[in-house]
Structures are given as C-alpha cells and as structure tokens.
C-alpha cells in the first residue's frame, strides 16, 4: 500500500468486523467509498462481489496509486475518480447506493456533510459505515436519520455500521459493542 503522511488505512481487525457484518456476499452491491484514501475498502467491497463500487479520493498521489492497482487486478467493477468524496454523493441520486463508507480525515470536521449527503444516497435498506475518532450516539445521528446498528472500538478508531431510522432493529448496546 502507499504510505502517505496523514493517510490512516482502517485496521485489518475494523476491515474485518465491518464485513462480517455486512455478510461475505456483497453481489449486486452498489458502494461508494468517498474518502477512500488507500482504497481498501473499496477495495474489499468490490472482492465480495459488488457490482460497482466507486472509489474517490481528493489527493493525485493516492489516485494514481488506486488506479494502478485497479489496473492491476483487473478490477472492473470499480470506478476511481478523483474528486472531492461530499460532492460526489450529493450528485447522487437519492436511494441509489446499497453501501457508503465514510473514513474523512478526522481532523477536517466533515462528519456532518458527509453524513448528510451519504444517508441520502444509500437505499432505504442499505448502510453508511463511519469510521471516526469518537462513538456517534443515534442522539447526535437523530438529524440524518440514522441509527447505529453496529459499533466497535479499536483502539483510536470507532467503527459505526449504521442504518436508516426504522429500518430493521438497532442492535442492542452489548451486540453493539461486539
């Protein structure tokens, strides 16, 4: 992978846990991955079978990078486009994507933006996984219309896997935390 400064790749224990949650088989999956920085994500999603996973990233350096090894595994299902990750899913249309990943520069303060534009796009049964240096309570989510469905800690990073209010149950706190 790239080593950047500044460029903070979601743990392989966080990687992990995320797609345990979401299933092994993405198949037919339409994902974004708005701040995709290494891709991994992305990345992974498109592994699982997605059938189209957009990947943007802001930073020429890193895009280059993504569209090499796009290139060299022949990923066809994903797109990488270099653009600025809040814009792209506002220009999505409304309840078209089944998966957004959010992983913003923690110190940029885009949580909100990016969660405002992310839960628009994703599909009424889909999710927005949010990666973020604090735990979001469904409280501070209230204004998306969002709630957590998942939650894990590692170490500095939390790890959200969050749905539409009202769609399926939130898990409970324990489950929550697993």
Same mark, same amino acid.
């Given at each position: 992978?790239?080593?950047?400064? !500044?460029?903070?790749?979601?743990?392989?224990?966080?990687?992990?846990?995320?797609?345990?949650?979401?299933?092994?088989?993405?198949?037919?999956?339409?994902? *974004?991955?708005?701040?995709?920085?290494? !891709?991994?994500? !992305?990345?992974?999603?498109?592994?699982?079978?997605?059938?189209?996973?957009?990947?943007?990233?802001?930073? %020429?350096?890193?895009?280059?990078?993504?569209?090499?090894?796009?290139?060299?595994?022949?990923?066809?299902? *994903?797109?990488?486009?270099?653009?600025?990750?809040?814009?792209?899913?506002?220009?999505?249309?409304?309840?078209?994507?089944?998966?957004?990943?959010?992983? %913003?520069?923690?110190?940029?303060?885009?949580?909100?933006?990016?969660?405002?534009?992310?839960?628009?796009?994703?599909?009424?049964?889909?999710?927005?996984?949010?990666?973020?240096?604090?735990?979001?309570?469904?409280?501070?989510?209230? %204004?998306?219309?969002?709630?957590?469905?998942?939650?894990?800690?590692? !170490?500095?990073?939390?790890?959200?896997?969050?749905?539409?209010?009202?769609?399926?149950?939130?898990?409970?706190?324990?489950?929550?935390?697993?």
């Amino acid at each position: 992978m790239f080593d950047k400064p !500044g460029l903070r790749p979601t743990p392989d224990r966080v990687r992990e846990t995320l797609f345990n949650w979401l299933g092994h088989d993405l198949t037919g999956w339409n994902c *974004v991955d708005a701040f995709a920085g290494t !891709g991994a994500l !992305g990345l992974e999603a498109a592994s699982r079978g997605a059938s189209q996973v957009l990947i943007v990233e802001q930073d %020429p350096e890193l895009v280059a990078n993504l569209r090499a090894i796009q290139k060299r595994l022949a990923a066809t299902s *994903v797109q990488v486009q270099r653009a600025n990750g809040i814009s792209v899913l506002a220009s999505l249309a409304a309840e078209s994507v089944d998966l957004v990943l959010l992983d %913003p520069p923690f110190e940029a303060k885009l949580f909100d933006k990016a969660l405002a534009s992310a839960a628009r796009a994703t599909k009424a049964d889909g999710f927005v996984y949010l990666e973020a240096p604090t735990a979001w309570s469904d409280a501070q989510l209230e %204004p998306f219309d969002l709630v957590v469905w998942r939650h894990m800690r590692a !170490g500095a990073v939390h790890a959200h896997l969050l749905r539409r209010r009202g769609h399926g149950q939130p898990a409970s706190e324990d489950a929550a935390k697993a």
